[in-house]
């Protein structure tokens, strides 16, 4: 299963192990499991700390990797491939004593959680948004051996998804009743289990000395700013309620010059390092809820978090990114992750063999509708406008799909189903004005992005759609304000355009320092 230039680099990462581990497997008679049982032979064979050991888990195939001697252990109900691989090999060196990588009040925030938690994550081998979920509850049932965890492969174990209605992923249970959805980090998972940690978070950072340059947003724009900030010498921090933006539920990247293909996660992975690397101080899982101007005899501008804490500093530059835009048609809210989605690539395998709908045609919106239709029955295709508004060639392979169906100048007017999931999707034909109904199990909504620019409303200067308004080198309508990325009015929302613009928004606001204000001295950022 695994050809030789990955086993050499798997058994590279293997000499971490400190503790001998065993992987128990339960097995059935499937190809599934005959599948399992050879990955599984082939990494044991890479490591003399490895052993295997025979389960009898309900769930065939799965299997466990476990320290030896201990109750330290992580399941997976599933073939860990694809975008799972990653999840795999940090398992194995997590279980075989190499640290967990996070900081070292959070490592003991989840030591200290009282109580038994038994975690099952629903996943699919597809979703790149998956993995983060996967790693942070293997971390903390690393981390504390009262904490279980089991990934689960949605399309491996089809009857036990649909039993629980399950139509989009990451779901993940917590002792057997439904705990939360989409991407997680530890940080949301203790969020959620230690109600006290917000508050105590809060009175942390009341105690954060004034930063120089401190950058709102943790994707490309604010990253690249974060970069270009630090690399001046000067005091940087970056708020972000989870590191790398929209870029983390972007599936392919192939227009990244100098790379010829990445994936998004890897590229967020790869960012978050850079940053890391320049020292620059990460206030993670933290919202931002209203930004305070600085007042005119020079004094800092402060972001007020939901938290209750306020981050102050010299100089802010604005990156909130944007997020995907929703129809607000009746039912939309009802059915959302029970039949309404936003990431084909996510949950597209829960609704293999079955009728689906995509709403938007352009780009994303007619992509979404090739890859799906490779899974599902039929896939229907609505498009508000007179036409389609993708790239020439997508356009052709969609018509060219023989379980493909189209329809523009339809207006979607409600989600309708049961009452647990989603059962159909109702449109109006705008030129004719006839009432449309398709029955669909899935409704796949890619129709754009909207800023996450909300709490910045009466303070800094936005376009009617809510766009921060710029000037070519970054500035807002505030002194010591800057703005970049998707959620300004730069006009093209793409990566390699962010990145540049967060580098101008920084490089402008240490132009801004040097000709406004003297840098904070350390002594002046203690006493502040």
């Known amino acids: 299963m695994l050809d030789a230039d990955l086993k050499t680099q798997l058994a590279a990462y293997l000499e971490k192990l400190q503790q001998p581990i065993e992987l128990v497997a339960s097995l059935d008679d499937s190809d599934a499991a005959r599948e399992l049982d050879t990955l599984l032979g082939e990494i044991a064979a890479l490591s003399p700390k490895i052993s295997r050991a025979t389960g009898d888990d309900a769930r065939k195939p799965s299997f466990l990797i476990r320290r030896i001697g201990t109750t330290i252990e992580v399941g997976f109900a599933a073939i860990p ?26 490592a003991a925030q989840v030591r200290a959680l009282p109580g038994e938690y038994s975690f099952q994550t629903y996943m699919s081998l597809h979703c790149q948004s998956c993995p983060d979920t996967i790693q942070a509850l293997n971390a903390m049932s690393v981390l504390n051996p009262r904490i279980r965890h089991v990934a689960i492969d949605g399309g491996l174990f089809q009857a036990e998804v649909e039993a629980r209605e399950i139509l989009s992923v990451p779901t993940i249970y917590l002792n057997d009743q439904p705990f ?10 203790l969020a959620k289990l230690d109600t006290g940690a917000a508050a105590r978070t809060a009175e942390a950072l009341k105690d954060t000395a004034p930063y120089e340059v401190l950058v709102v947003g943790g994707g490309p724009a604010g990253a690249a700013a974060a970069i ?33 293909y990445t994936e998004g996660p890897k590229l967020a992975a790869s960012l978050e390092a850079h940053v890391r690397s320049y020292g620059v101080e990460l206030v993670t899982s933290q919202r931002a809820k209203a930004l305070h101007p600085a007042t005119e005899d020079g004094g800092f501008v402060g972001i007020e978090l939901e938290s209750g804490a306020t981050l102050r500093a010299r100089t802010v530059v604005l990156a909130p990114g944007a997020r995907w835009r929703q129809t607000g048609v009746p039912g939309e809210a009802e059915y959302r992750n029970r039949g309404v989605t936003y990431c084909p690539h996510c949950d597209g395998p829960l609704f293999k063999g079955k009728r689906v709908a995509v709403i938007g045609g352009g780009n994303s919106g007619v992509e979404a509708a090739i890859d799906l239709a490779g899974l599902v029955e039929h896939v229907t295709l609505l498009e508000f406008d007179g036409k389609l508004r993708a790239d020439d060639v997508l356009q052709r392979k969609l018509y060219s799909l023989p379980n493909a169906s189209v329809h523009v100048n339809a207006q979607t007017t409600a989600f309708t189903g049961d009452g647990s999931k989603l059962q159909a999707l109702e449109y109006t034909d705008r030129g004719t004005g006839v009432a449309h109904r398709i029955d669909v199990a899935g409704v796949f909504v890619q129709i754009g992005l909207l800023p996450n620019s909300e709490w910045l409303k009466d303070t800094v200067l936005l376009t009617p759609r809510g766009e921060i308004v ?33 580098s101008t928004a920084a490089l402008s606001a240490f132009d801004h320092l040097i000709r406004h204000s003297a840098p904070l001295a350390d002594s002046e950022a203690a006493a502040a």
């Open 180 to 189: 939360d959805a989409g991407r997680m980090s530890i940080e949301q998972v």
């Open 470 to 502: 710029i000037d070519d080198r970054g500035h807002t309508n505030l002194a010591g304000v800057f703005a970049a990325g998707d959620a300004t009015t730069e006009p093209f929302k793409q990566i390699v355009v962010a990145m540049g613009a967060g």
């Open 228 to 260: 270009y900030a630090a690399r001046k010498g000067i005091r940087t921090g970056i708020l972000t309620e989870r590191f790398g933006g929209q870029v983390l539920d972007t599936m392919a990247i192939e227009n990244f010059p100098s790379v010829e």
């Open 81 to 106: 491939l694809g975008h799972e691989f990653t999840s795999l090999v940090l398992a194995l060196l997590q279980v075989g004593g190499h640290p967990v990588r996070i900081d070292d009040a959070l």
